[in-house]
């Protein structure tokens, strides 16, 4: 079973989502300012774009003529909730290991 999450490292896992995901980061953009620089077609970019909003990790509106895409903030939670959960579960065997240490 896998959470929202995980959806969203899912989709990550392929390096061109992965930049179009951290170009996102500078804001709003166009499929077309996206596309340019990546070695892949603005047609890839959108189906990139559609993988990356069924994860939760970006939304779209319409700006005029154009759709802008930007990072979902609940998404990007998730993922980062996601993290969270190792990081206790690290953080807690770190703990029990030097107290048993200490005794």
Request: hydrophobic share 40%; glycine share 10%; proline share 5%.
């Amino acid at each position: 079973m896998s959470t929202y999450g995980s959806d969203g490292l899912t989709a990550l896992g392929d390096p061109t989502r992965r930049a179009i995901f951290e170009r996102l980061a500078d804001g709003p953009r166009a499929v077309g300012e996206l596309a340019d620089g990546l070695p892949v077609s603005r047609p890839a970019v959108s189906q990139h774009l559609k993988v990356l909003k069924q994860a939760g990790l970006v939304t779209d509106h319409a700006h005029g003529t154009r759709r802008l895409y930007q990072l979902d903030p609940a998404g990007i939670e998730a993922v980062r909730g996601y993290f969270d959960t190792f990081w206790h579960h690290a953080l807690t065997a770190f703990k029990a290991a030097v107290e048993k240490e200490e005794r």
